[in-house]
């Protein structure tokens, strides 16, 4: 791990963007791409709950993107038990991997992924979700390493609910806004994807560098790259 200073490096980033104009997805983006950062990780990403099931809201990579929807289709996953457990979850090595979670772990150990951690989001006695983190080497065995971990998973809950003052019955509409918004992210994904003849772990990065490089939010660059197509 690289370090208290860069975590709070990443905390203060996302608290600085929480109250400007910035949207959830964008903050959270960013949050993931810190959290790789930080933990010396590979992919991160962040499950919730939406309308009684799980949603895939934000990933740092199209990899990531497959394990955890696998996660949602499936109900078994090192995230999955994070948020029905309300606890970390870690597994490394790939015969543990396969052991605890089946075809799941397998997916992970087929992306490149050794070993994974999973850290519950919860509001108030209530879990919204969870943040999931993948590496490629095993992780820091630093005991506050799970700290950091669980502190940037808080970061994205109060991101992503933005209120200490939410009423229970918008918990949930405001996490299905977000699940929303990141539909569009995977359909500028998909059109970048067929127009340039690339993958999508490719065209994930073209839209990033090109909202990075315009000063664009990515969910409104997303949006123009799927206008753009239909117009």
Same mark, same amino acid.
């Given at each position: 791990?690289?370090?208290?200073?860069?975590? *709070?490096?990443?905390?203060?980033?996302?608290?600085?963007?929480?109250?400007?104009?910035?949207?959830?997805?964008?903050?959270?983006?960013?949050?993931?791409?810190?959290?790789?950062? $930080?933990?010396?990780?590979?992919?991160?990403?962040?499950?919730?709950?939406?309308?009684?099931?799980?949603?895939?809201?934000?990933?740092?990579?199209?990899?990531?993107?497959?394990?955890?929807?696998?996660?949602?289709?499936?109900?078994?996953?090192?995230? $999955?038990?994070?948020?029905?457990?309300?606890?970390?979850?870690?597994?490394?090595?790939?015969?543990?991997?396969?052991?605890?979670?089946?075809? $799941?772990?397998?997916?992970?150990?087929?992306?490149?992924?050794?070993?994974?951690?999973?850290?519950?989001?919860?509001?108030?006695?209530?879990?919204?979700?969870?943040?999931?983190?993948?590496?490629?080497?095993?992780?820091?065995?630093?005991?506050?390493?799970?700290?950091?971990?669980?502190?940037?998973?808080?970061?994205?809950?109060?991101?992503?609910?933005?209120?200490?003052?939410?009423?229970?019955?918008?918990?949930?509409?405001?996490?299905?806004?977000?699940?929303?918004?990141?539909?569009?992210?995977?359909?500028?994904?998909?059109?970048?994807?067929?127009?340039?003849?690339?993958?999508?772990?490719?065209?994930?990065?073209? *839209?990033?560098?090109?909202?990075?490089?315009?000063?664009?939010?990515?969910?409104?660059?997303?949006?123009?790259?799927?206008?753009?197509?239909?117009?």
């Amino acid at each position: 791990m690289n370090g208290h200073p860069a975590a *709070l490096e990443a905390i203060a980033t996302a608290t600085a963007a929480m109250v400007g104009s910035q949207s959830v997805t964008d903050v959270l983006s960013r949050l993931v791409t810190d959290c790789v950062e $930080v933990m010396n990780a590979s992919a991160a990403a962040v499950l919730v709950t939406d309308n009684g099931g799980l949603a895939l809201l934000i990933s740092s990579s199209h990899g990531a993107d497959q394990i955890e929807m696998l996660q949602v289709q499936s109900e078994r996953g090192p995230c $999955v038990d994070a948020i029905a457990a309300d606890t970390r979850v870690t597994a490394s090595g790939s015969d543990e991997l396969r052991r605890r979670w089946g075809s $799941v772990g397998e997916a992970i150990v087929h992306v490149g992924f050794t070993s994974v951690e999973a850290y519950p989001m919860h509001w108030r006695g209530r879990v919204v979700g969870g943040l999931n983190v993948f590496h490629t080497e095993a992780p820091d065995p630093d005991d506050d390493a799970r700290f950091v971990g669980q502190a940037l998973a808080d970061v994205a809950t109060i991101v992503l609910l933005h209120s200490t003052d939410i009423p229970a019955d918008q918990i949930s509409a405001r996490v299905h806004e977000g699940v929303m918004a990141r539909s569009v992210v995977e359909q500028a994904k998909g059109v970048l994807s067929y127009l340039h003849g690339v993958d999508m772990e490719v065209a994930y990065r073209q *839209l990033r560098e090109s909202a990075a490089a315009e000063g664009q939010p990515i969910t409104a660059r997303a949006l123009s790259v799927v206008e753009e197509q239909h117009s």
